[in-house]
Structure formats: C-alpha cells, structure tokens
C-alpha cells in the first residue's frame, strides 16, 4: 500500500530543483576534481534538455545561448569564448554566483525578488542557516 500524493506541479518541480541545484552549488569544493568538474558541467548542460517544463527548458538553452555570446555580469567578455559552463564549474565561489545569476534571470522574467548573489548571503541560504540558529 502507499499514501496517494498528487503529481508536482510546475512551481514543486522548480523548488525543488533549486533546492538540489544550489545545495549541491553550495557544497561543491573550491577545488573540485576533474571529476567533480566534468559531473557538474553534465548536470547544468543537461537542463535544457531534461527539465520537465517545456517553456522553461528553452527559456534556459537561450540563457546559455545569450551568455556564450555577451558574457556574464561577473564575465562580460562573451563572444565565442570559453564556454561560460566550464568557467561556472571551476571553483564553488564561481558556480554558487553563475547559478545564482541564471535563477535571478527566471525571478525577473517571472515578475519575482532578484537575490542578492553575495557568497555570504548565498552560503547562508543554502548550506550555513542564520547566525542566530533558529534553524539548528
Ligand atoms: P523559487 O524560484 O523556486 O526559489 C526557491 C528558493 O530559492 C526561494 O524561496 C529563495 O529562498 C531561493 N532563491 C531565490 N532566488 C535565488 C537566487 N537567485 N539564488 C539563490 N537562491 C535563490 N517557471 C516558470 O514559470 N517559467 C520558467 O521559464 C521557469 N524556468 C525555470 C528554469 C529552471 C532551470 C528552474 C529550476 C525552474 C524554472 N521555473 C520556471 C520555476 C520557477 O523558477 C520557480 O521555481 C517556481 O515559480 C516556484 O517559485 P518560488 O517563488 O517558490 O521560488
């Protein structure tokens, strides 16, 4: 036997995925391995293609697509140079700061707060819990 639950609709599928994407952003190493790096690159390559929301999957390959050609805010060189992913997933500080931009990018195109992509603000969020341990 097993407890009937309701499919996720398209807001649960996005939290939560936030919630795997920026934990798994928030206790990526510094100083990933090949391995750690070739997986994390995997993972956000694959989005476009697999995220369950049609709209929303495009909507995310035409932000690669935008950022490979004029950059990010931390790299604004763009035009045809390393690819963006591969620089996101060299080092933690940089892959919590990409990803917290792309997320940005869905909260202003969904009309939502734009977070501060601070790695204080961030690593408190997702990984550290506030100073005053209400989350403890
Ligand atoms: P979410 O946006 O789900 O955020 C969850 C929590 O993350 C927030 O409560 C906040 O604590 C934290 N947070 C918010 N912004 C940031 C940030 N920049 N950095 C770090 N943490 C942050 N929905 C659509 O309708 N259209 C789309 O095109 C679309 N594209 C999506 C693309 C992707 C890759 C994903 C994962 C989701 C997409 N969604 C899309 C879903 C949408 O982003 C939200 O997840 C959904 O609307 C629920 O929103 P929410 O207000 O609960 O908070």
Same mark, same amino acid.
């Given at each position: 036997q097993h @407890? &009937?639950?309701?499919?996720?609709?398209?807001?649960?599928?996005?939290?939560? @995925?936030?919630?795997?994407?920026?934990? *798994?952003?928030?206790?990526?190493?510094?100083?990933? @391995?090949?391995? &750690?790096k070739s997986a994390m690159l995997s993972l956000l390559r694959s989005l476009p293609h697999l995220y369950p929301c049609h709209s929303c999957a495009a909507a995310l390959g035409e932000e690669y697509e935008r950022e490979k050609r004029e950059g990010t805010c931390?790299? *604004?060189?763009?035009?045809?140079? *390393?690819?963006?992913?591969?620089?996101?997933?060299?080092?933690? &500080?940089t892959l919590r700061r990409w990803l917290c931009g792309i997320h940005n990018e869905v909260n202003e195109r969904l009309g939502k707060p734009v977070w501060e992509c601070r790695e204080e603000v961030l690593q408190e969020r997702w990984r550290d819990g506030p100073r005053d341990d209400s989350c403890d």
């Open positions: @407890t &009937q639950h309701c499919p996720p609709d398209g807001e649960e599928i996005g939290r939560s @995925t936030w919630l795997f994407l920026h934990s *798994a952003a928030a206790y990526y190493p510094e100083e990933p @391995t090949s391995i &750690q931390w790299n *604004a060189r763009g035009g045809g140079q *390393a690819d963006i992913l591969e620089q996101a997933v060299g080092k933690g &500080q």
